[in-house]
């Protein structure tokens, strides 16, 4: 699953708990010209995810491929 992915992947990947922690994580990681790919199923819904970051950068675009 997940958790083995982050393992296997060493110090560039955490796992996190649920949206909140996700975004609070990657808010702290990110600078204003970083470029973030969300990728995972539908039924993740991590589309909360990209609102979260978009809201707290004051609206950068967030393009979604394919649309």
């Known amino acids: ?27 702290a990681w990110l600078s204003p010209d970083d470029v973030v790919v969300v990728k995972a199923s539908r039924g993740c819904r991590l589309e909360r ?5 978009t809201s707290r950068t004051g609206g950068a675009d967030a393009s979604c491929w394919p649309s």
């Open 1 to 27: 699953g997940a958790a083995a992915i982050a393992t296997g992947a060493g110090d560039i990947a955490e796992v996190v708990p649920d949206v909140d922690v996700a975004i609070t994580t990657l808010s």
């Open 49 to 53: 995810v990209v609102e979260g970051l």
